[in-house]
Each structure stands twice: as C-alpha cells, then as structure tokens.
Nanobody, 124 residues
Framework: VQLQASGGGWVQAGGSLRLSCAASGRTFSLRAMAWFRQAPGKEREFVAAISRTGRSTKYTDFVKGRFTISRDNTKNTVRLQMNSLKSEDTAIYYC??????????????????WGQGTQVTVSS
C-alpha cells in the first residue's frame, strides 16, 4: 500500500491545519491508521490512531482536545484536524498503516507502511 500525505504548511500559533493521507489499493478498510510526527533532533512519536472502522480513536496526551483523527473508507483517506496549534507542534507529520487485520498501536513498530511526511511549521 502506498500512502500520500498532504496539507502541511506554515501557520501562526493558535491557528489550524488539516492533514490528509490518501492510500492506494483496496484494503484500506482492513488497516488501522495513525499519524506520527518527528521534530528535528527527536525521535518519531505517536500522535493519533484510528481503528479500521473509525469507531475508536486514541491520542497522545499533548494533542487531546486539540487534534481530531478521522477516516473515510469510501475514499481511502485519513485526516488529522489540528486546532489551537502550538510552536511545539512543529514537525514533519507522517501517516502510517498497519498490515491488514493487525491490531493498532502507539509505537512505530506497530505500523508497516508509511507516507513520505508533510511539514507543519507553527510560528509563535
């Protein structure tokens, strides 16, 4: 499966951005999806994940109440709505997918497929 992330850019603190990730193939609905991010000099870290059906989501503490992950299985797309952005949200954001039918998780090793990343820069 190939993942293509888009929607990154520059925004002032307090602003919003919406990231999208388009997946190829016919097995999108069989895969849990997630967003991770990586700031310069730091390890890639979990941001949010969504189950295969979209009924369940999980977030890391530092984005709860500000970010919302969603998916549209008819369009093979997962999105990350980011509100109330802070300078510390600046990073490259990556979408990721599990192998089919695998459980979702919060670590890099839980995901087999990765998009190319999209840069988000928040200016304070």
């Amino acid at each position: 499966v190939q993942l293509q992330a888009s929607g990154g850019g520059w925004v002032q603190a307090g602003g919003s951005l919406r990231l999208s990730c388009a997946a190829s193939g016919r097995t999108f609905s069989l895969r849990a999806m997630a967003w991770f991010r990586q700031a310069p000099g730091k390890e890639r870290e979990f941001v949010a994940a969504i189950s295969r059906t979209g009924r369940s989501t999980k977030y890391t503490d530092f984005v709860k109440g500000r970010f919302t992950i969603s998916r549209d299985n008819t369009k093979n797309t997962v999105r990350l709505q980011m509100n109330s952005l802070k300078s510390e949200d600046t990073a490259i954001y990556y979408c990721a997918a599990t192998k089919t039918q695998e459980s979702w998780g919060t670590t890099v090793g839980d995901y087999a497929y990765w998009g190319q990343g999209t840069q988000v820069t928040v200016s304070s």
